[in-house]
């Protein structure tokens, strides 16, 4: 006999245990179930064509994130089931650019909590508040504080959408099993009036605390989450740029902690360079990279480009010549007064430059990477400048959700002639130009940070390296076919995510191991360790 929360209403009540219609006969009449369900039986695969019809019969995407959310909350299998087996299909409804929409509007959308939320009020009680979390082995934690919600600015406690999306995708794409995923939204406030002015905003109503209360919150939680699920790896996501680039600095040489939207979008962005020179035939050396937009994503992906020149023997400050910088103030050069820490390394000796057409006759780069939130500016004129110095001009627009856009890939195709190396953050179409179906490139996260998650915790490495993502990023980028690089695509297709992950999870994980990152014994076969840990959502049999 089960306890009394493993059967009857509380086990259709937890979404980790429920299998709803697919309860047996047998397990109905051990569990208590009869006459709680409908009477016939359906299989996981019957149960899966009956959420597709629903979701495909929705009018917005936002319906559709809507009802997946409410599956994940009754019956996490069958969602994670569906999911898998559609993830193309369902990545842009559980992640951008739906996410994006839901953030925006969550708290008119709001129905059940999932993941914890700790304010600023909170400060000195976090320890006793991560005690009311249900599961004592959660390995991983994504965490924002919602300044920064891709690309549409500071939404505040609304931002829980993006751990739990995230988080959704480490069981996706890495086999992590949800209950050791666990989402925090740190409320600090928020500084947008429109939400601070809804009644129906679910986060305090204060303005962002900036302080020594922010940071010691920070330090609290990091502190509490170690103690109350030792070992656990948090990735840091959506943080504004001032706190990103900080505590991303002061938390990486203590803790088991990473930033996503520096070094996760560094690799993912690497990568796709990596994949397009594989097409131009042309040495990272010899590059000239125009990085328009110098936030997280951005240096991120210089940080990350410097580091694979490095490897290749390059000396640190050849390397970083490589690397050309244009924000909001224009071209950035030495001679600009005041530079932060994180764009020093990058000004140049070059007069000031304040239009980006310019920049680009002046550069002459042989890749355009936007990451800049300005939709559009990757004009006719700039990408067809692009395709006059380059016989493959490469363009990347990766500012999210799609509507942010630099430019998009029919139009990168169409001002090329059909020679742009293209991708972005979100996705988009294939295009037919003249006669040849172009593919577009989506620059996803997705591609490493589960992947880097699963090899952290298999190896239980006790910190997370510049050198995982740069090998992530190789690993990435080697699993691109000749065929899918000759049709536009910089990454493999999402459809085998799995494989993908898991490959580079063995990576790092064997990098921990030999950097002696993990007091754990190495396993004789780390591949093996791997696939050990992976999460298949099929029904258990109770009975
Ligand atoms: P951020 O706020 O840290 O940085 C934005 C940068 O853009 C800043 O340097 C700012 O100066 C610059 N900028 C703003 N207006 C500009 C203008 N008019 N001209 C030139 N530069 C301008 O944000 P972030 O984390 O770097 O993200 C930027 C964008 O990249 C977002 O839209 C985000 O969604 C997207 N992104 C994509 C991926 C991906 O494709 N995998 C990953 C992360 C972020």
Redesign the pocket.
């Known amino acids: 006999m089960q306890d009394s929360k493993h059967r009857g209403v509380s086990l259709l009540h937890d979404p980790l245990r429920n299998k709803g219609t697919a309860f047996s006969a047998a397990e109905r009449d051990a569990l208590g179930l009869r006459g709680l369900l409908p009477p016939r039986s359906h299989t996981l695969a019957e149960q899966e064509r009956r959420v597709l019809g629903n979701i495909r019969s929705k009018a917005t995407d936002l319906d559709k994130y809507l009802f997946l959310i409410a599956l994940q909350d009754r019956n996490e299998t069958l969602f994670y089931h569906v999911l898998m087996n559609n993830i193309e299909e369902m990545m842009p409804l559980v992640y951008t650019p739906t996410v994006g929409a839901a953030c925006q509007a969550f708290g008119h959308i709001y129905r059940r909590p999932r993941g914890m939320y700790i304010s600023i009020n909170d400060r000195g009680n976090v320890r006793e508040i991560l005690r009311n979390w249900p599961h004592d082995d959660v390995r991983v934690i994504v965490v924002t504080d919602g300044e ?1 919600i ?2 549409l600015g500071d939404l505040g406690a609304n931002g829980m959408g993006i751990p739990v999306g995230k988080l959704s995708l480490y069981t996706a794409c890495a086999g992590i099993a949800p209950q050791f995923c666990l989402p925090v939204t740190l409320d600090v406030g928020t500084n947008n009036r429109e939400l601070l002015d809804d009644e129906l905003y679910i986060g305090l109503e204060r303005l962002r605390e900036r302080g020594d209360a922010y940071d010691e919150l920070v330090q609290e939680f990091i502190a509490a989450a170690e103690e109350r699920f030792p070992g656990v790896l948090v990735q840091l996501e959506d943080f504004g ?1 001032a706190n990103a680039f900080r505590l991303l600095s002061s938390l990486r040489e203590g803790h088991c902690v990473f930033d996503d ?1 520096i070094q996760g ?1 560094g690799a ?1 962005t690497l990568a796709g360079i990596i994949s397009a020179l594989r097409l131009t035939g042309t040495p990272l050396a010899e590059q000239r990279l125009l990085f ?7 240096i991120g992906a210089a940080a990350m480009v410097v580091a694979a020149l490095r490897e290749e023997g390059v000396a640190e400050e050849a390397a970083r010549e490589v690397c050309w910088f ?3 103030t224009g071209l950035l050069v030495s001679s600009r007064a005041s530079i932060p820490a994180q764009k020093q390394p990058y000004a140049k000796d070059h007069a000031p430059v304040a239009d980006l057409a310019e920049a680009v006759a002046a550069v002459r780069p042989t890749a355009l990477i936007g ?4 939709p559009g ?1 990757f004009t006719r004129e700039i990408v067809g400048a692009m395709a006059q110095h380059n016989e493959r001009p490469i363009i990347f627009a ?3 959700p799609t509507a ?1 856009a630099e430019c998009t890939a029919e139009q990168c195709y169409n001002w090329t002639g059909g020679r742009g190396i293209f991708a972005s ?1 979100s996705p988009f179409a294939p295009v037919e130009y003249e006669g040849r179906r172009l593919v577009p490139g989506q ?3 997705a591609y490493i940070f589960p992947g880097v998650g699963l090899g952290v915790i298999t190896s239980g490495a006790r910190r997370v390296t510049d050198d995982m993502f740069l090998a992530a990023a190789h690993c990435l980028s080697r699993q691109v076919g000749e065929e899918q690089l000759q049709s536009g695509q910089l990454y493999p297709p999402l459809a085998e995510i799995r494989t993908v992950c898991t490959r580079i999870a063995v990576e790092v994980a064997g990098l921990a191991w030999d950097n002696g990152l993990s007091d754990r014994e190495r396993p004789a076969d780390v591949a093996a360790a791997v696939e050990a840990m992976l999460y298949d959502p099929v029904y258990p049999h109770y009975a």
Do not use: E, I, K, P
């Not at 328009?292 to 951005?298: C, E, F």
């Open positions: 920064r891709l690309g740029n939207d979008t993912v328009y937009g110098a936030g997280q994503a951005n244009f924000d909001s990451a800049s939130g300005q500016t990766l500012s999210n942010n953050g620059g996803n996260n």
